[in-house]
């Protein structure tokens, strides 16, 4: 049986499914509610260390975190080894599990200032080794690094990163099996995958195309690594997590929708993130006859008491 516990560093996870840091979606009520389905680690929003070492409100109300959630990691992200280090420490003091760094994110905005997977480019692996270095001699958490197969088809370097990474202290790292230039295009190469497994004696967590459980466990069986991170898949379907996946029917899928919205009210700010609960609410209905009429109904509520109604009216 592959769905079993895994460990990093010391930590040992329940289970090798891992909820990824998604920006504008991994809030602590979906993170929470990813948990419950069975996720057996989840990972922050990606971090700024700026704003985070700045005291930045809306960086700090990122970290915000509950005893049900963990394990959790944190994910930073910069370009500053020395920054990367006191965020770290800043981290330590929390009530975390792990530290991760992007080094994969390829968002223009991020690349740009050489952080995410700019930092896989040739002239800058110098740099990513030393902000490894000094996010694992700032903390004594289990960092890991996540990371893509390249920068395009003419740099593929995962295997040799992934072993750079391990010297520079990592516990674990993350493979998204597509380069840059591929974005989320594409198939994630799972070759890529098996690939850094051979290079390290590090657990490797594979990321990419994860639409089921049991793609999860393919993956695994066909990789060889040692967990599975997923990202997008997770999207309208935290059921994903369990073996059994998502519910067929409104009417099973309706309670897990609830809880999301009790847990959206107990921990996120209901204003000012109203769009991002109902883009997760209306996400939940993919499928379903009718869903996008639906969704549309959804979007127009004008607060969560609303949209409580409207989902009491459906079922």
């Known amino acids: 049986m592959l769905n079993k516990a895994m460990r990093i560093g010391p930590l040992t996870l329940d289970n090798p499914f891992i909820l990824a840091p998604l920006a504008g979606y991994t ?54 080894p020395e920054s990367m280090g006191r965020a770290a420490a800043a981290v330590s003091v929390m009530p975390v599990d792990l530290i991760d760094i992007n080094m994969g994110c390829p968002v223009p905005k991020v690349v740009k200032k050489r952080c995410g997977v700019a930092l896989m480019k040739p002239e800058n692996r110098a740099l990513a080794e030393q902000i490894i270095r000094a996010v ?42 597509r380069t840059w230039a591929q974005q989320f295009g594409g198939r994630a190469d799972r070759q890529m995958i098996a690939a850094v497994k051979r290079a390290v004696a ?3 967590i594979g990321n990419g195309d994860i639409c089921s459980h049991s793609d999860g466990l393919a993956m695994m069986a066909e990789t060889g690594c040692d967990a599975v991170m997923i990202g997008r898949g997770a999207l309208g379907n935290p059921w994903i997590f369990r073996p059994e996946g998502r519910p067929e029917s409104l009417a099973a899928r309706l309670p897990l929708i609830r809880r999301y919205l009790e847990l959206a009210g107990q921990h996120i700010d209901t204003t000012k993130l109203l769009f991002r609960i109902k883009n997760h609410v209306s996400r939940c209905l993919a499928g379903l006859p009718g869903a996008a009429a639906v969704r549309q109904e959804i979007m127009a509520c004008p607060d969560i008491a609303a949209l409580e109604e409207l989902l009491r009216v459906l079922s």
């Open 27 to 80: 809030d602590l009520a979906f993170r929470l509610l990813c948990r419950e389905q069975g996720a057996g680690l989840v990972v922050s929003e990606m971090i700024s260390c700026h704003g985070l070492n700045y005291g930045q409100q809306q960086t700090i109300a990122m970290l915000k975190t509950v005893p049900e959630e963990r394990p959790w990691s944190v994910q930073l992200f910069g370009s500053e």
């Open 136 to 177: 694992a001699d700032s903390t004594s958490l289990p960092v890991t690094v996540k990371f893509r197969s390249g920068w395009n088809d003419d740099s593929i370097v995962a295997p040799d990163f992934a072993r750079m990474c391990e010297a520079a202290g990592a516990a674990a790292v993350t493979i998204h099996a």
């Open 202 to 204: 590090i657990p490797v």
